[in-house]
């Protein structure tokens, strides 16, 4: 840790893994969620819908907001003072869609890149028929002049056609053999608005990078109300974005608003509100990687997530999944005294002092530890608690290198 990478590609160990939030379903479950009609039976019937059986949480997605219930005063205080988060969230909702893919890609690595022991996520189905949910956010629209539309649905082939591009995380859509059968759903911001939903097919991989983890994919519409009305919505996002850039600009190491859209277990939209830290640049890395509080479940991967404050051009966040095993997290912090007091600055040698923002942390004396900080002075063993705050986090990205090569091709003409 601590040392800045030279070549992109040769990135050493990123020590904050966990599980992937891929949602996995049968066929029939996905069918239904692909139908609306069938959906719509399911809820009117009030049959038992599928994140009953989610693990992860215990207080029935109460803190996942749905889009009907969001209003200014679901934002955290003083947030909902601030103008313009408010309705940058309303643009990130609109422009959230759902993901089912059908098949697992036969070329998924069996690890993490530059890991020797984290298990790509879904490696053991690859090369399978295998239903997955996950979620993206659409980031682009071109109209495409003097060429025919090749979309799907397209019956007439009309003159006119727009691309849109959709940025989710890799492990969601790994390649075009996964891409070419995913479905994207937008718009299913309501379980009692089925006939709203618009879906999208025939995608393609324009980019994607599986150490960083994220995924640009494009797909070809010939619907010019839909693509006029993306776009639009594209633009008012990125003024939103821009007008709060220089929110936290200075301090990259302090605590920050995390809002997250997602669709949990291939449902209905869902809102997250919650704070994080860039755990990327505190180790010292070239990368961005994000641990937050946000409320995630099994579906959110691929979802978008704003920082406040966070570079329009220079940044591109998608959850990546979440932490489990808070037993590696506390060799980390053995391992790398220097780390405790970036991650908790109130933090003091020899002192139990609990920062008031990590509740959930606390620290015991070991009189045996012989560790030290660059003080020399003992220092005591952190123990995490299973609540550790941070628990979720996204995927890593590397500014300076991904966002030189993607706009290098003009890839994006609503910025």
Same mark, same amino acid.
């Given at each position: 840790?601590?040392?800045?990478?030279?070549?992109?590609?040769?990135?050493?160990?990123?020590?904050?893994?966990?599980?992937?939030?891929?949602?996995?379903?049968?066929?029939?479950?996905?069918?239904?969620?692909?139908?609306?009609?069938?959906?719509?039976?399911?809820?009117?019937?009030?049959?038992?819908?599928?994140?009953?059986?989610?693990?992860?949480?215990?207080?029935?997605?109460?803190?996942?907001?749905?889009?009907?219930?969001?209003?200014?005063?679901?934002?955290?205080?003083?947030?909902?003072?601030?103008?313009?988060?408010?309705?940058?969230?309303?643009?990130?909702?609109?422009?959230?869609?759902?993901?089912?893919? *059908? *098949?697992?890609?036969?070329?998924?690595?069996?690890?993490?890149?530059?890991?020797?022991?984290?298990?790509?996520?879904?490696?053991?189905?690859?090369?399978?028929?295998?239903?997955?949910?996950?979620?993206?956010?659409?980031?682009?629209?071109?109209?495409?002049?003097?060429?025919?539309?090749?979309?799907?649905?397209?019956?007439?082939?009309?003159?006119?056609?727009?691309?849109?591009?959709?940025?989710?995380?890799?492990?969601?859509?790994?390649?075009?053999?996964?891409?070419?059968?995913?479905?994207?759903?937008?718009?299913?911001?309501?379980?009692?608005?089925?006939?709203?939903?618009?879906?999208?097919?025939?995608?393609?991989?324009?980019?994607?990078?599986?150490?960083?983890?994220?995924?640009?994919?494009?797909?070809?519409?010939?619907?010019?109300?839909?693509?006029?009305?993306?776009?639009?919505?594209? *633009?008012?996002?990125?003024?939103?974005?821009?007008?709060?850039?220089?929110?936290?600009?200075?301090?990259?190491?302090?605590?920050?608003?995390?809002?997250?859209?997602?669709?949990?277990?291939?449902?209905?939209?869902?809102?997250?509100?919650?704070?994080?830290?860039?755990?990327?640049?505190?180790?010292?890395?070239?990368?961005?990687?994000?641990?937050?509080?946000?409320?995630?479940?099994?579906?959110?991967?691929?979802?978008?997530?704003?920082?406040?404050?966070?570079?329009?051009?220079?940044?591109?966040?998608?959850?990546?999944?979440?932490?489990?095993?808070?037993?590696?997290?506390?060799?980390?912090?053995?391992?790398?005294?220097?780390?405790?007091?970036?991650?908790?600055?109130?933090?003091?040698?020899?002192?139990?002092?609990?920062?008031?923002?990590?509740?959930?942390?606390?620290?015991?004396?070991?009189?045996?530890?012989?560790?030290?900080?660059?003080?020399?002075?003992?220092?005591?063993?952190?123990?995490?608690?299973?609540?550790? *705050?941070?628990?979720?986090?996204?995927?890593?990205?590397?500014?300076?290198?991904?966002?030189?090569?993607?706009?290098?091709?003009?890839?994006?003409?609503?910025?």
């Amino acid at each position: 840790m601590g040392q800045f990478l030279s070549n992109p590609f040769s990135k050493p160990r990123d020590l904050f893994y966990g599980q992937h939030e891929v949602g996995e379903a049968t066929e029939e479950i996905v069918a239904s969620l692909e139908d609306s009609g069938s959906l719509e039976k399911s809820v009117n019937a009030n049959t038992k819908p599928v994140q009953d059986d989610c693990k992860k949480t215990v207080n029935g997605h109460r803190d996942m907001i749905a889009v009907k219930d969001f209003t200014i005063n679901s934002l955290p205080e003083p947030y909902h003072k601030i103008d313009g988060i408010y309705n940058l969230t309303t643009c990130l909702i609109y422009l959230t869609v759902r993901i089912i893919t *059908k *098949k697992v890609s036969s070329k998924r690595p069996e690890f993490v890149p530059n890991t020797d022991k984290e298990c790509y996520p879904l490696y053991e189905n690859r090369g399978n028929r295998h239903m997955g949910l996950g979620t993206g956010r659409i980031c682009d629209v071109v109209e495409e002049r003097g060429s025919k539309c090749t979309c799907k649905e397209c019956k007439t082939k009309c003159k006119k056609s727009w691309t849109i591009k959709v940025f989710t995380a890799t492990h969601v859509v790994f390649d075009d053999e996964e891409a070419e059968d995913m479905t994207c759903s937008l718009f299913y911001d309501d379980e009692n608005k089925l006939k709203e939903i618009i879906k999208l097919t025939g995608f393609k991989k324009i980019w994607s990078d599986s150490g960083g983890d994220l995924c640009l994919l494009s797909t070809v519409t010939c619907n010019e109300e839909l693509s006029k009305k993306l776009s639009a919505k594209i *633009k008012e996002f990125n003024k939103c974005w821009s007008s709060l850039q220089n929110m936290h600009e200075k301090d990259k190491t302090q605590e920050r608003l995390v809002i997250l859209v997602s669709h949990p277990h291939g449902r209905a939209k869902r809102i997250s509100f919650g704070f994080g830290i860039d755990i990327g640049r505190i180790q010292g890395h070239d990368f961005n990687k994000f641990v937050y509080s946000s409320p995630t479940c099994p579906g959110t991967s691929g979802g978008p997530v704003y920082v406040l404050g966070n570079n329009l051009y220079a940044t591109e966040i998608v959850h990546g999944g979440a932490l489990n095993d808070f037993t590696e997290i506390e060799n980390i912090f053995k391992r790398e005294p220097a780390l405790v007091t970036k991650l908790f600055p109130s933090y003091q040698t020899g002192s139990s002092v609990i920062p008031l923002s990590f509740s959930s942390v606390y620290y015991t004396e070991d009189t045996s530890s012989e560790m030290a900080t660059e003080n020399s002075e003992e220092l005591k063993i952190l123990n995490i608690d299973p609540k550790f *705050k941070f628990s979720n986090y996204s995927a890593r990205w590397y500014p300076d290198f991904i966002t030189n090569f993607i706009y290098s091709f003009n890839w994006f003409q609503n910025t």
